[in-house]
């Protein structure tokens, strides 16, 4: 805890600055889990851009993954109630899960089901293998990972924002497949899930943030943080997002109600 000058970012509340406050809120910054060193060091580096676009917004810790979906549950965990601001996530992902592969990846070959209709929707190893170690939505494919509900959300904020800057997480089925889903009480995708996670513990002004499509870093900005982004409120769409850069705590107030 220290005393700095900051200008909070709450969506709901029109910014000010606030002088020698105390400061409670973190904002992590988590990156890593890829099996090639070249994507991790792309990972730290858009993770370095984000850093300094905080400022001194918050106290900033930068995390490297060092381990499977249950490190960062772990991590995520290890903070006391209601002092989480924000998560910056810098992995691969998908529509179902964050991804972690590790160089000793061979080791989970035999949990691998190379079957027919896996093939037909292209499923591969290195998808199937992400869901089994890292962090996804159905418990029964993560056993040597963890799932989504592991996360206590009781550690963020009331206006959270959590932002996956890897590929897919908020990517949605076609509108009958997502109503078939929705009827089944199914997740239509990652995202969606952590914002209801969240609004169901009490956070009913967090948002999750996350890439409709795969996403590369932008150039030579090393910033994930462009194409068409899709913020959740409540497992549901609150807007989408097609600028450059960080999505403001008032931009996120002019949709919420």
């Known amino acids: 805890m220290e005393k700095i000058d900051i200008v909070l970012e709450i969506p709901g509340i029109e910014q000010e600055k606030t002088k020698s406050i105390n400061v409670t809120y973190k904002r992590l910054l988590l990156y890593g889990g890829a099996r090639e060193s070249q994507d991790n060091n792309t990972f730290k580096a858009a993770a370095e851009v984000v850093k300094k676009d905080y400022g001194n917004d918050g106290e900033i810790i930068l995390i490297k993954i060092e381990g499977g979906g249950q490190f960062v549950v772990n991590k995520i965990n290890s903070y006391s109630d209601n002092s989480i601001q924000s998560i910056d996530f810098f992995t691969h992902g998908n529509d179902r899960s964050l991804l972690f592969k590790f160089d000793d990846s061979k080791n989970y070959q035999e949990l691998y089901i190379n079957d ?138 002019k949709h919420l109600k």
């Open 116 to 253: 027919t209709e896996e093939q037909e929707q292209g499923i591969t190893f290195w998808d199937r293998l992400g869901s089994l170690i890292g962090i996804g939505l159905d418990p029964d494919e993560n056993k040597n990972g963890a799932d989504i509900s592991e996360i206590n959300y009781n550690v963020f904020t009331n206006s959270a924002k959590i932002e996956f800057h890897g590929c897919n997480t908020a990517s949605e089925p076609k509108l009958k497949e997502k109503i078939e889903l929705e009827k089944k009480k199914i997740p239509i995708n990652f995202a969606s899930e952590f914002s209801k996670r969240l609004y169901n513990a009490g956070k009913e002004r967090a948002v999750v943030i996350g890439h409709i499509t795969q996403a590369n870093p932008n150039g030579i900005k090393n910033d994930y943080r462009h194409g068409t982004r899709r913020v959740y409120h409540n497992g549901k769409e609150l807007f989408l997002y097609r600028k450059e850069g960080r999505i403001l705590g008032s931009e996120i107030k």
